[in-house]
């Protein structure tokens, strides 16, 4: 384990064993080095964390705590991992890059800026930020806007203060991110959803209980587990201010189309979605649509079908964060060594999603 301190920290899915190997040994050495997040609990740790270890599939890592930040998680208030220290110069240039851009949301500074900054040209920046955090730092601004905003009205402020709190210069450019990005009005945000109506209806399936739910405008929510009541509560805390509502009927057809799905029926789905998305996530989930019932694809193919061959690990978060399963296919995608990789719903459906498609090809 000690070879990888020895050379740069690139965050190579090849390098994924060594890391979980770190995590389940409590290794301080690494430390700075990568953060581990997991999709249960949304908290993000460093590698010495003491807290109890979850599952492997149930786990990502990242290079920076706010790469981890950016895709949903919240930092361990055990093991502080914001503070660990940095020992890869390039990882500790771009976190200075992200604390110059969050410093300077409401004015923030080109390209050029930042490269002055840091000692760097713009085309160096720009590829070391990306291959670090996934996105462009542009798109990191945007991120983090887009949370303080979230933050600001949950905190009781009004979505005007809140969004000039956030560095939005003007309510146009909220509103363009709005629909995609918060799945809302603004005000309906700031309002906690208490205007969304969301139906949701259960059924059991070949792959335990299925949950469905969604707004008038469609599917919002596709979920997979062993208990019915841990898929209600997981909706109930995604939209805690919506009117959540027991389908009377509404979703029948839905769910119908859904288990025949996964009975081998009906090899493709489509139905109407009503989902919140970042554009990158867009991109990667109609590529996700696009495979082919019955194949995979790597994180790498389809980072190259979407022309960014080098977020491998952006498409992964972006799998990671499907709200709808099946019917945007995440489980057709494993690793380029042909392993399966993770799966929010659990390994043993990923196998036997992939499995039986295989088999009724």
Same mark, same amino acid.
């Given at each position: 384990?000690?070879?990888?301190?020895?050379?740069?920290?690139?965050?190579?899915?090849?390098?994924?064993?060594?890391?979980?190997?770190?995590?389940?040994?409590?290794?301080?050495?690494?430390?700075?080095?990568? =953060?581990?997040?997991?999709?249960?609990?949304?908290? #993000?740790?460093?590698?010495?964390?003491?807290?109890?270890?979850?599952?492997?599939?149930? =786990?990502? /890592?990242?290079?920076?705590?706010?790469?981890?930040?950016?895709?949903?998680?919240?930092?361990?208030?055990?093991?502080?991992?914001?503070?660990?220290?940095?020992?890869?110069?390039? =990882?500790?240039?771009?976190?200075?890059?992200?604390?110059?851009?969050?410093?300077?949301?409401?004015?923030?500074?080109?390209?050029?800026?930042?490269?002055?900054?840091?000692?760097?040209?713009? #085309?160096?920046?720009?590829?070391?930020?990306?291959? =670090?955090?996934?996105?462009?730092?542009?798109?990191?601004? *945007?991120?983090?806007?887009?949370?303080? /905003?979230?933050?600001? %009205?949950?905190?009781?402020?009004?979505?005007?203060?809140?969004?000039?709190?956030?560095?939005?210069?003007?309510?146009?450019?909220?509103?363009?991110?709005?629909?995609?990005?918060?799945?809302?009005?603004?005000?309906?945000?700031?309002?906690?959803?208490?205007?969304?109506?969301?139906?949701?209806?259960?059924?059991?399936?070949?792959?335990? /209980?299925?949950?469905?739910?969604?707004?008038?405008?469609?599917?919002?929510?596709?979920?997979?587990?062993?208990?019915?009541?841990?898929? &209600?509560?997981?909706?109930?805390? &995604?939209?805690?201010?919506?009117?959540?509502?027991?389908?009377?009927?509404?979703?029948?057809?839905?769910?119908? *189309?859904?288990?025949?799905?996964?009975?081998?029926?009906?090899?493709?789905?489509?139905?109407?979605?009503?989902?919140?998305?970042?554009?990158?996530?867009?991109?990667?989930?109609?590529?996700?649509?696009?495979?082919?019932?019955?194949?995979?694809?790597?994180?790498?193919?389809?980072?190259?079908?979407?022309?960014?061959?080098?977020?491998?690990?952006? %498409?992964?978060?972006?799998?990671?964060?499907?709200? %709808?399963?099946?019917?945007?296919?995440?489980?057709?995608?494993?690793?380029?060594?042909?392993?399966?990789?993770?799966?929010?719903?659990?390994?043993?459906?990923?196998?036997?999603?992939?499995?039986?498609?295989?088999?009724?090809?």
């Amino acid at each position: 384990m000690s070879a990888i301190l020895d050379r740069q920290i690139t965050m190579d899915r090849n390098d994924h064993d060594i890391f979980w190997d770190a995590v389940l040994s409590r290794d301080a050495r690494f430390d700075g080095q990568f =953060v581990f997040a997991v999709h249960t609990t949304k908290i #993000f740790c460093r590698p010495s964390c003491p807290a109890r270890r979850p599952r492997r599939d149930r =786990v990502s /890592f990242f290079a920076l705590p706010e790469a981890a930040a950016q895709a949903g998680f919240r930092a361990c208030k055990r093991c502080l991992p914001q503070q660990a220290s940095l020992l890869d110069p390039q =990882v500790e240039m771009v976190q200075r890059v992200c604390r110059l851009i969050e410093t300077s949301l409401d004015e923030m500074p080109g390209l050029e800026t930042l490269s002055a900054e840091v000692g760097l040209s713009s #085309f160096h920046l720009q590829r070391t930020f990306k291959n =670090v955090m996934g996105i462009s730092p542009r798109e990191y601004a *945007e991120a983090i806007r887009m949370s303080r /905003f979230r933050s600001g %009205v949950r905190s009781g402020e009004s979505v005007t203060n809140a969004m000039y709190d956030a560095g939005y210069g003007s309510s146009s450019r909220l509103y363009e991110r709005a629909n995609s990005e918060l799945g809302m009005t603004p005000a309906t945000y700031g309002r906690g959803g208490k205007e969304v109506a969301i139906d949701y209806a259960t059924s059991e399936s070949p792959l335990g /209980f299925l949950l469905v739910a969604a707004t008038s405008k469609g599917i919002c929510a596709v979920r997979l587990g062993d208990s019915i009541r841990q898929l &209600e509560s997981d909706l109930e805390s &995604e939209y805690a201010a919506a009117e959540i509502r027991k389908s009377e009927g509404i979703l029948d057809s839905s769910l119908r *189309e859904i288990v025949a799905h996964l009975e081998g029926k009906q090899p493709k789905l489509s139905l109407p979605l009503d989902i919140r998305s970042t554009a990158f996530q867009r991109q990667v989930w109609q590529a996700l649509q696009a495979i082919p019932y019955g194949a995979t694809r790597s994180y790498g193919e389809v980072a190259k079908a979407i022309g960014q061959p080098k977020a491998v690990r952006a %498409v992964a978060r972006a799998c990671a964060t499907n709200p %709808v399963a099946l019917v945007i296919p995440c489980h057709r995608v494993i690793r380029e060594d042909k392993s399966l990789g993770g799966y929010r719903w659990g390994i043993e459906r990923k196998k036997k999603l992939l499995a039986n498609e295989k088999r009724e090809r």
